[in-house]
């Protein structure tokens, strides 16, 4: 029989994501799906020829029905109804894009082309809640696993210039919107040839007038960039940087903690996918042509891009890769501070591999 799937958040970026990726991979012949919402409860929803009732994701009693609830809609719904169903002694498999449970001593962070064999363990031995990994720790891994698999990995600093799409589907309307305020006030200055200084003026000027729409980064995206993305932890790091070694430990299922990376996570104003910059120091000096041959044949998605200008340009943005399973990585070279020390670059799509494509794969192994 298949499995009564609930679905929640699928109105969000990542769930809409989630969705246009499910029907793609036909997975919706395989499960019989619940779409629930914490604001649309009641209406109808036209999906794959078929109306849907929408209901109410709040409903216990719904959702202790369910074989399996895969949800992208936000830490604070897991906070409030994971517990509940644990409670109730609901005996589903809970599958989530948030970030609450990652760490929990019952879940796993699943991003399978890395680590596979460790879901699979953990299904047999009884895990019930499978996590989506941090976006730019899943992308890092989905670049670099060859060399975390090969144990050539000291320690990592890495830079990361994340998407406006990072921060959901109202932050893209926001910055969308500054975006259009901005170019109806510049406009007319553009086509009448005003003094370069003077447009750059007024657009600096219009970011600060108190009817700027930025109500969710409460400053200017467009144009600009945020050096911090999500909570202050004691230890001056924001939580998203604290992410990048916890997640990776244990993604990698490394007990003792010791792969070391730290950086500077900064939110910019691309729309969809997020790029990195890491300085890796190796644990040994190994050439160049070695180590692409070691990322490549990780897995089938990360593509080694020629350390140039044009292959850069084209091949190594954001805009290249959005809306494809594409991890290119390139600005691969030898830093001039020593034989071990490596610089890459690499962006991906951090809606699918960084979020939406690692929970439809666990789905698929569960039914
Ligand atoms: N965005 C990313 O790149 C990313 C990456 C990895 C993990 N995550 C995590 O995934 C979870 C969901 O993130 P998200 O970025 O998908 O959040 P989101 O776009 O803000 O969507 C979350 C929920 O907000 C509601 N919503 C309110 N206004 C909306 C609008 N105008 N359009 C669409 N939905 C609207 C919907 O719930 P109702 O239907 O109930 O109203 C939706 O399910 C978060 O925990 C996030 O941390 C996100």
Redesign the pocket.
Known sequence: MKKLVGI?????????VLVKRMCEENDFDKINPIFL????FGKKYFFLNKYYLIEN?YNIDILMSLDIIIT????DY?NEIFFKLVSCNWKGYWID???NLRMNNNSIIVLDPINKKFIKESIENGIKVFV?G??TVSLMLMALGGLFKENLIDWISVSTYQ?A??????SV?ELLSQMNYLTKYIKKDIKNNFSILDIMHKFIFLTKKKNFPKKNFTVSLAGNVIPWIDQEMSNGQSKEEWKMKSETNKILNIKDNNICIDGICVRISSLRSHSQSFTIRLKKDISISSIKEIIKNQNQWVKIVSNDYNSSKIKLTPISVSETLNIPIGRIRKLNIGKKYLSAFTVGD??LW??SEPLRRVLNFLI
């Open positions: 929640v958040g699928w109105r969000g970026i990542v769930g809409s919402s914490t604001s649309q994701a992208c809609q936000g830490s897991t894009a948030s970030s989506g941090n976006c998407a799409s990072g921060s959901g589907a109202k309307l951090q809606l960084g979020a």
